[in-house]
T-cell receptor, first 109, second 114 residues
Framework: GQNIDQPTEMTATEGAIVQINCTYQ??????LFWYQQHAGEAPTFLSY??LDGLEEKGRFSSFLSRSKGYSYLLLKELQMKDSASYLC??????????WGAGTKLIIKP | IAGITQAPTSQILAAGRRMTLRCTQD?????MYWYRQDLGLGLRLIHY???????GKGEVPDGYSVSRANTDDFPLTLASAVPSQTSVYFC?????????????FGEGSRLTVL
C-alpha cells in the first residue's frame, strides 16, 4: 500500500531551527508537497519538490531524496506564528495526492 | 477576495438526514476536490472533478455524491448522514486536474452527525 510517515508532534523554541521529516512509499512519484495548516484553518501551500536537492524559500527550505523516499521541511528563525501543522503529500504515478497525517509543531518562547 | 467559499462553516445534523455542503470558487480553476480530514489521518479524497460536467470517485466516496454543473460550483451531498461522516470537510481547487499544481483550499465545513 501507499504510505506517508511524519512525526505526530514536535516542539521547538522561538528563534531556533526545526527539521520536520517525511518518508514515503508510493506507487510512482510525481512530486512532493508541503502545506501549512493553522488550527481551525485551511491548508496553504508551502513548497513543491520533484528533483533531488534543497529548495529554499525565505525562512523555509524543503529537501528531497527520491532514492531514499525522504523529504524534510526546514524552518529557520522560528516565530510564534509558525505554530501549526505541517502536511507532507506525495503525488503518485496516477497524479493522485497521498497525504501524511501531519506534524503539529509547537513553538515555545 | 478571490478564492474558495464553503458553506456552512459548521453544522450539527441528525443521522439519516440529507445534507449538502456548498463550495464555490472564483479563480476559474478547472479542477475541484472534496476532502475529509479526521484526527490522526491524512486528508482523504472523497470526489473530484477535472472539469465542468465530469466527476470521479476518490479514496472514500461511499455515502457521498457530487455534481459539477459549471466551473464555479462543486456541491457535496450526504444522502443519509451517518455518525462516521462526522469530520471536517475541505473543498479545494487547482488550475488543472491530475497535475503538479498547487491546491487552494476553502476554510472547511465542520460537520457533526449525531
Amino acid at each position: 500500500g501507499q504510505n506517508i510517515d511524519q512525526p505526530t508532534e514536535m516542539t521547538a523554541t522561538e528563534g531556533a531551527i526545526v527539521q520536520i521529516n517525511c518518508t514515503y512509499q508510493t506507487s510512482g512519484f510525481n512530486g512532493l508537497f508541503w502545506y501549512q495548516q493553522h488550527a481551525g484553518e485551511a491548508p496553504t501551500f508551502l513548497s513543491y519538490n520533484v528533483l533531488d536537492g534543497l529548495e529554499e524559500k525565505g525562512r523555509f527550505s524543503s529537501f528531497l531524496s527520491r532514492s531514499k523516499g525522504y523529504s524534510y521541511l526546514l524552518l529557520k528563525e522560528l516565530q510564534m506564528k509558525d505554530s501549526a501543522s505541517y502536511l507532507c503529500a506525495v503525488m503518485d504515478s496516477n497524479y493522485q495526492l497521498i497525504w501524511g497525517a501531519g506534524t503539529k509543531l509547537i513553538i515555545k518562547p | 477576495i478571490a478564492g474558495i467559499t464553503q458553506a456552512p462553516t459548521s453544522q450539527i445534523l441528525a443521522a439519516g438526514r440529507r445534507m449538502t455542503l456548498r463550495c464555490t470558487q472564483d479563480m476559474r480553476h478547472n479542477a475541484m476536490y472534496w476532502y475529509r480530514q479526521d484526527l490522526g489521518l491524512g486528508l482523504r479524497l472523497i470526489h473530484y472533478s477535472n472539469t465542468a460536467g465530469t466527476t470521479g470517485k476518490g479514496e472514500v466516496p461511499d455515502g457521498y455524491s457530487v455534481s459539477r454543473a459549471n466551473t464555479d460550483d462543486f456541491p457535496l451531498t450526504l444522502a443519509s448522514a451517518v455518525p462516521s461522516q462526522t469530520s471536517v470537510y475541505f473543498c479545494a481547487s487547482s488550475e488543472q486536474g491530475f497535475d503538479t499544481g498547487e491546491l487552494f483550499f476553502g476554510e472547511g465545513s465542520r460537520l457533526t452527525v449525531l
